[in-house]
């Protein structure tokens, strides 16, 4: 069983990787850009590429049965400009991607992580596969780069799992920038715009591990929404990371003194209140958990930080 994965070497895609690792009989391509791999792994194929270079390599190997997309064009300068533009590189990307893998003869299934931001800031209410997007925050600059993959799920013209993430918690990304640097440096927990909001939370492994569970699992091509926790209020969130750094600080921001230190588009997407449900319940409830409950995982996580 031949697997790739893209963004090997990210957040996402150096858990999915640990994960693979314990899957028998997978052949394990892992393609890696700019960030090096932290952990190597005996027996997994590492090469170094970008998106734009993917579908000349994959022309030239054989059928993989997975292809895990994780990767993305990052537009770090130029504010949105450099966003739009990355959004429209990997557009163009992922159209070349699909001409490869489309096809009756061709059986690979490309499972492709997006997120929750898609669906756009609803407060109050629960977002389900069918409802329409309205991408906020980053998720606007993302959604380019989706478009192709979209219409091509909508055509059922290649074989694709689109699953969409709530927030992904984690050692690193948003998690570590945003609170646990936070609270480690200022000792107080940081409550980032309206308090009243709620959200829907997933691990890091768990992310992983649904990767995995979708793409052997799913019966169809098509958007799954996958979380462990449905919703959750933030302050209840806020609460668990107090506990975890043995805290009763809080420091409150609103979107004025964000604007201080980050631009609109991150302001929009850390405030975004979006909380998932999905039409697909038995796919997503025949996945076992490795962490379900965010208050011991929170704790777990802030452990690590107290021991090193």
């Known amino acids: 069983m031949r697997v790739l994965v893209t963004g090997a070497s990210g957040f996402a895609g150096s858990a999915l990787i640990k994960?693979?690792?314990?899957?028998?009989?997978?052949?394990?391509?892992a393609i890696v850009h700019k960030t090096p791999v932290q952990v190597s792994h005996q027996h997994i194929r590492y090469l170094r590429s970008s998106i734009e270079d993917l579908p000349s390599f994959l022309k030239g190997e054989p059928e993989f049965d997975y292809i895990f997309h994780l990767a993305r064009i990052p537009g770090k300068r130029f504010g949105n400009i450099g966003r739009i533009l990355a959004g429209l590189q990997g557009a163009a990307a992922n159209k070349k991607i699909l001409k490869v893998i489309s096809g009756k003869e061709c059986k690979t299934r490309l499972v492709y992580l997006s997120g929750s931001l898609m669906y756009g800031?609803?407060?109050?209410k629960t977002s389900v596969e069918a409802d329409g997007l309205h991408p906020a925050g980053f998720a606007k600059y993302y959604h380019l780069a989706e478009?192709?993959?979209?219409?091509?799920?909508?055509?059922?013209?290649?074989?694709?799992?689109?699953?969409?993430?709530?927030?992904?918690?984690?050692?690193?990304?948003?998690?570590?920038?945003?609170y646990e640097e936070h609270v480690l440096k200022q000792e107080k927990v940081p409550i980032y715009g309206n308090p009243d909001r709620h959200m829907s939370l997933i691990s890091v492994d768990d992310c992983a591990g649904m990767l995995w569970h979708y793409?052997?699992?799913?019966?169809?091509?098509?958007?799954?929404?996958?979380?462990?926790?449905?919703?959750?209020?933030?302050?209840?969130?806020?609460?668990?990371?107090?506990?975890?750094?043995?805290?009763e600080n809080y420091v409150g921001?609103?979107?004025?003194?964000?604007?201080?230190f980050a631009?609109?588009?991150?302001?929009d997407s850390i405030c975004c209140e979006v909380v998932l449900d999905t039409q697909y319940k038995e796919l997503l409830n025949s996945y076992k958990p490795i962490h379900n409950n965010?208050?011991?995982y929170i704790a777990q996580l802030a452990q690590y930080d107290n021991n090193k």
């Open 147 to 178: 478009k192709p993959l979209l219409k091509a799920i909508s055509n059922n013209t290649a074989n694709i799992v689109m699953l969409r993430a709530p927030w992904i918690v984690g050692k690193g990304s948003w998690f570590a920038k945003l």
């Open 294 to 296: 965010p208050e011991i």
């Open 215 to 247: 793409a052997t699992n799913a019966q169809a091509s098509g958007i799954y929404n996958i979380y462990t926790v449905g919703k959750l209020s933030y302050m209840q969130f806020l609460n668990y990371i107090a506990k975890a750094y043995n805290t």
């Open 263 to 267: 631009d609109q588009t991150t302001v």
């Open 121 to 124: 800031h609803h407060p109050g």
């Open 19 to 29: 994960y693979l690792v314990g899957i028998n009989n997978a052949d394990i391509t």
């Open 253 to 260: 921001y609103n979107e004025e003194k964000m604007l201080k």
